[in-house]
């Protein structure tokens, strides 16, 4: 999602085979890249309140009140919290990145 929100091919292309082998579907990957979060056939509720949380402290800076105890109801503090950092850190990552223009190494696969 990071990827997708700032536009790092670098990551994007990085990560899909990582999170093909943890379990990401194609329709997903599509979802994702539409900036379709709420789309209840890609993803489970839980899912879609994790990405609506990430997109919030993406394109805010935080999560509000009201979403935080929402996301509460599904994950605990921990788990936010580690959202959190993950999503701060890649952000850094793609950040760093672009701005140093990196090429995308090529995939196990050759792709």
Avoid at 19 to 35: K, L
Avoid at 66 to 83: G, P, T, Y
Avoid at 85 to 108: C, H, N
Wanted: charged share 25%; aromatic share 10%.
């Amino acid at each position: 999602m990071v990827a997708a929100h700032e536009g790092a091919a670098y990551e994007w292309e990085q990560h899909v085979s990582i999170a093909q082998t943890a379990g990401v579907r194609q329709g997903q990957f599509i979802a994702i890249a539409e900036d379709r979060l709420d789309d209840a056939e890609a993803f489970a509720e839980n899912e879609r309140v994790l990405l609506r949380f990430g997109k919030a402290i993406l394109d805010k800076g935080k999560a509000s009140g009201f979403l935080f105890k929402h996301a509460l109801r599904h994950f605990s503090v921990q788990e936010l919290s580690d959202a959190t950092s993950v999503l701060g850190y890649y952000r850094m990552v793609s950040s760093y990145l672009q701005t140093f223009d990196i090429s995308i190494d090529a995939q196990v696969d050759g792709s």
